[in-house]
């Protein structure tokens, strides 16, 4: 066993034999720490990587939950520790929520939910033990704000907030921290077919909504404003910080994603105030009550 002393952090990422993955995982291997490198095919992570000292790459299907509890015992074995988990496995569902199968549906969730869960559970006793680590869960601008031709996987990333927000809340008293990183659009291979899949019914009717995104997925692919390098060194970033937030978003088109979704949940909020708050016991009758 490599000692837990050779590295400052000892990381455990998913999904890092490409894309946003393997980038994280060559900053951190850059910056000194070491890597635990999941991915489906453990050879693809060797591949890219080398045999570098502080890299363990591991063959891990995040929707096996035996086989990650096996992984979370392997990077144990091996360096003693880990300190930061990164899920980030996942992949993406283009199409209109009537155009996805049931199928579709399942296998996405599978992923972007159910194997979050798996691996989070399968890491975090380690952590809880230790009273440190930090679990950072990639969620997506699409996490924050739905859209059309994108809901159904706009739906795993709003769960992924959702549960993330939960472990920050169980989580800190005991010395551990939890955020969920919202990347909008970067240039990766998240728009490719071994990314994103594209259910093949097309619904007319939904031609000038579902229809406009997946032609301008296609435009946009590789083309994206985010830089995929420069999301790897926030993250260095964020877990050097002594009190990392909760939600960490990463381009400007989420910033300005969020901006707009909260300026029209207020506007809409303040329009509906009235029937919203007409819904409680009559005042007096609570008093009574009490």
């Not at 891990?60 to 988990?85: M, N, P, S, W, Y």
């Not at 798996?118 to 680590?133: D, E, F, K, Q, W």
């Amino acid at each position: 066993m490599t000692s837990s002393h050779d590295f400052k952090r000892v990381w455990f990422i998913t999904g890092a034999s490409r894309g946003i993955g393997a980038r994280i995982a060559e900053a951190a291997l850059a910056h000194g720490d070491a890597v635990v490198a999941t991915a489906r095919d453990a050879a693809s992570v060797a591949q890219r990587f080398g045999n570098p000292a502080g890299l363990l790459a591991v063959s891990l299907d995040v929707t096996d939950e035996a086989k990650a509890a096996r992984a979370a015992e392997a990077a144990i074995a091996r360096f003693g520790r880990i300190d930061v988990l990164v899920n980030n496995a996942g992949f993406g569902l283009l199409g209109a929520v009537e155009e996805a199968t049931a199928d579709e549906v399942r296998k996405l969730y599978e992923t972007n939910v159910f194997g979050l869960l798996n691996v989070t559970r399968a890491v975090l006793p380690s952590m809880r033990a230790r009273r440190s680590g930090h679990v950072i869960n990639i969620s997506s601008v699409g996490g924050y704000r739905s859209g059309a031709g994108f809901a159904v996987y706009c739906s795993t990333k709003f769960a992924v907030e959702g549960l993330t927000e939960g472990l920050h809340a169980e989580l800190a008293p005991l010395g551990i921290h939890a955020t969920v990183v919202e990347p909008g659009y970067f240039r990766t291979d998240f728009l490719d077919s071994a990314s994103l899949t594209v259910s093949p019914r097309i619904i007319e009717d939904y031609a000038t909504t579902a229809g406009q995104v997946r032609d301008a997925a296609q435009r946009i692919n590789h083309n994206q404003p985010g830089d995929p390098e420069r999301l790897a060194q926030a993250l260095i970033a964020l877990v050097e910080a002594e009190v990392p937030p909760l939600r960490l978003p990463l381009g400007t088109d989420t910033l300005a994603a969020i901006r707009e979704k909260n300026a029209a949940v207020a506007q809409e909020t303040d329009a509906w105030q009235a029937l919203a708050a007409s819904t409680d016991f009559p005042k007096e009758e609570v008093a009574a009550i009490a």
